[in-house]
């Protein structure tokens, strides 16, 4: 599903224009981002947790000339699914 398909479903589902989903749905994703941004975690029970994580340095290998490169630690978006979404997925 892209998001212009995830904007039809919930317009239709909540029974508002497509405009208004879109603004409600940018509006969550962007939160999202900002939150994770600064540090912090957003749990929403039932679905997940999004977070971030801190990725250590290590020694890497360049493709091009196989020789050893340092890739620098990093921070990276990270997302821990709930259990209800767990048990959504694995349903037969």
Same mark, same amino acid.
């Given at each position: 599903?892209?998001? !212009?398909?995830?904007?039809? @479903?919930?317009?239709?589902?909540?029974?508002?224009?497509?405009?208004?989903?879109?603004? /409600?749905?940018? $509006?969550?994703?962007?939160?999202?981002?900002?939150?994770?941004?600064?540090?912090?975690?957003?749990?929403?029970?039932?679905?997940? !947790?999004?977070?971030?994580? @801190?990725?250590?340095?290590?020694?890497?290998?360049?493709?091009?000339?196989?020789?050893? /490169?340092?890739? $620098?630690?990093?921070?990276?978006?990270?997302?821990?699914?709930?259990?209800?979404?767990?048990?959504?997925?694995?349903?037969?």
């Amino acid at each position: 599903m892209k998001k !212009t398909e995830l904007i039809s @479903t919930v317009a239709e589902k909540c029974e508002v224009k497509k405009q208004d989903a879109e603004k /409600i749905i940018n $509006a969550v994703l962007d939160t999202i981002v900002n939150t994770i941004a600064e540090g912090e975690k957003v749990q929403l029970v039932g679905f997940g !947790t999004f977070e971030q994580r @801190t990725r250590n340095a290590r020694t890497g290998c360049d493709p091009r000339t196989n020789q050893p /490169i340092e890739i $620098a630690a990093s921070k990276v978006p990270a997302f821990k699914p709930g259990r209800a979404f767990k048990d959504a997925v694995n349903k037969d």
